[in-house]
């Protein structure tokens, strides 16, 4: 007779909010309940910078018109909701591939690009490790940057696939740690898995230039190893999608053999800039969406050798992803793939794409010059050489500790901060706030 319940030796799992991060051979736990914090702190002039998305100037989500606009057109499709095939909607996967490879990609022209529609960046990621899991024939372990988004671990680690680390941050300089990162890249055995965010990089916001890319593309290549990129920010990073997928268009130019995952929730978000659509008629209540963020769209590819092996690759992707989730939701999908294959719906969205990155840019320079203006005596280039969402400021634990104590300003305690939390209304009393705890 059993005495004890079946799941009685089932231990309790750390809050998601302690989520940990390897920083220079330090694990740094996330602090907890920071929107939890946040939410209980009476001060009418507090500052939430510990937010994963997109917000606008006055600090509120807002649907992209295109995207608000395509939806419209989804919905007045009155298409059905039969199920996908296992590889997703064609018409969006192609599209797709399309953005991420550019017009003149000599494996898309050859058609010999794998790719299937995946529930956003996460789950492109776990396939791209499973498949690796089950059919790279070199060494199995996945090299990631450090610091590297902190799912990357979790991701590998239930695929079975071991994890290592190259050098990437450098706190002395609060920049890129380049001659660290050759020389990991240099040292790991032949064949090795490299992971890189193919941009805006994720915590840090510090992007190799493209130099230092075609650097890290032939000693890749030289060392036979195997690239595999993330792509979660095409578009929002500088506002050119093309340019935000430099790294990935050279590798592949140079004759590298990758593999990608995209997601599409942060580059079909919101932006706040423009003014809003004119409110349709009355009509029966239709399904709004935040951007894509929950609508999970994402695509997961292979640049393969030829036709055939396109062919055969595709089969054991439908394998793999059959037993996973069998297939993709459609309507985040159909509202992609009609902004991505509309010429008027897709001008519009790259323009609110670039308004997005624009903004971004512009509270990174306005933080720097109020810090310089209140004086400070600290460098803080970094601010304004770092790319995309998320800024590492250099400040210590404690001092993230103080910001929130004596400020009222919210962040993780590994010194990052959301730049998309910043505004035109805020950005002054921050870089006060940043002075008085830093000295």
Not at 307 to 315: G, H, L, T
């Amino acid at each position: 007779m059993r005495t004890a319940s079946t799941w009685a030796n089932v231990p309790q799992g750390p809050p998601l909010q302690r989520i940990p991060l390897h920083v220079e051979g330090v694990w740094v736990d996330i602090a907890p309940g920071i929107t939890e914090a946040f939410k209980a702190d009476s001060f009418d002039k507090k500052i939430n910078l510990g937010v994963g998305a997109y917000r606008d100037d006055e600090g509120k989500p807002y649907v992209l018109p295109s995207v608000r606009a395509a939806e419209r057109k989804v919905v007045d499709s009155k298409l059905d909701k039969e199920y996908l095939g296992i590889t997703g909607l064609p018409a969006f996967t192609k599209a797709a591939a399309l953005l991420a490879y550019g017009a003149q990609s000599a494996p898309l022209k050859d058609e010999r690009i794998a790719i299937t529609q995946s529930i956003s960046g996460t789950g492109a990621l776990r396939i791209g490790a499973a498949f690796l899991e089950r059919f790279y024939p070199g060494p199995k372990a996945v090299y990631l940057p450090n610091p590297s988004w902190a799912n990357h671990a979790a991701i590998l680690k239930d695929a079975r696939l071991p994890m290592q680390k190259y050098r990437y941050y450098n706190p002395d300089t609060i920049g890129l740690d380049f001659d660290g990162m050759m020389a990991d890249i240099r040292q790991a055995p032949e064949g090795s898995i490299f992971l890189f965010h193919a941009c805006a990089h994720n915590p840090t916001g510090i992007d190799p230039t493209e130099e230092q890319w075609r650097q890290i593309g032939a000693a890749v290549k030289q060392a036979g190893h195997f690239p595999f990129f993330d792509m979660a920010y095409q578009g929002f990073a500088s506002g050119d999608t093309n340019r935000d997928a430099f790294a990935l268009r050279h590798f592949i130019a140079e004759g590298h053999p990758v593999i990608l995952a995209q997601s599409f929730a942060k580059n079909m978000v919101g932006d706040g800039l423009s003014a809003p659509a004119p409110a349709p008629a009355p009509a029966p209540a239709q399904p709004r969406i935040q951007g894509l963020y929950g609508e999970r769209v994402g695509a997961f590819s292979i640049v393969c050798e030829s036709a055939a092996e396109k062919k055969r690759v595709d089969s054991q992707i439908k394998i793999l992803v059959r037993p996973l989730y069998s297939n993709p939701p459609v309507h985040g999908a159909r509202v992609a793939a009609a902004i991505l294959n509309d010429d008027s719906l897709r001008a519009q969205w790259l323009a609110e794409v670039k308004g997005m990155a624009d903004r971004i840019i512009t509270m990174r320079a306005l933080l720097r010059k109020h810090l310089e203006q209140v004086g400070s005596k600290r460098d803080w280039s970094h601010i304004t050489s770092q790319i995309g969402m998320f800024a590492y400021t250099g400040l210590t634990a404690d001092q993230m500790d103080r910001l929130a104590r004596e400020h009222s300003v919210y962040a993780t305690r590994d010194g990052r901060i959301s730049v998309a939390g910043i505004t035109t209304g805020n950005v002054e009393r921050l870089a006060q706030a940043i002075h008085q705890v830093t000295g």
